[in-house]
């Protein structure tokens, strides 16, 4: 079994910070890609940014200078840096991973999201 846990969703004034963190735990041979997606109500979930296990990134263009995504091998985690927030990043945060397991099947997983509501 595998699972992904979001943290670090919360309340922020537009204009400040906040730092999300994804851990992946369970039956892990490796991880391959991360990325964090985003869906806003009434709205599409959309790909906000990723990162291969070679560390190479793409971001949404409305993201773009204004969010770093990171990785931790070691600690099975991607991180998401959100500076400059506005109100338009209001959405649940949700960590995908592209996990091969013990058994040596891959999977795409999901976490169950974390909130981040922007406004003053």
């Known amino acids: 079994q595998v699972q992904l846990v979001e943290s670090g969703g919360g309340l922020v004034q537009p204009g400040g910070s906040l730092r999300l963190s994804c851990a992946a735990s369970?039956?892990?041979?490796?991880?391959?890609?991360m990325a964090w997606y985003r869906q806003a109500p009434g709205k599409q979930r959309e790909l906000v940014a990723s990162?291969?296990?070679?560390?190479?990134?793409n971001y949404a263009a409305s993201v773009k200078g204004r969010f770093t995504i990171s990785r931790d091998n070691a600690k099975n985690t991607v991180y998401l840096q959100m500076n400059r927030l506005k109100p338009e990043d209001t959405a649940v945060y949700y960590c995908?991973?592209?996990?091969?397991?013990?058994?040596?099947?891959?999977?795409?997983?999901w976490g169950r999201g974390t909130q981040v509501t922007v406004s003053s």
């Open positions: 990162i291969t296990s070679t560390d190479s990134t």
């Open positions: 369970g039956s892990i041979f490796s991880i391959n890609a």
């Open positions: 995908n991973a592209e996990i091969t397991t013990k058994t040596l099947y891959t999977f795409d997983y």
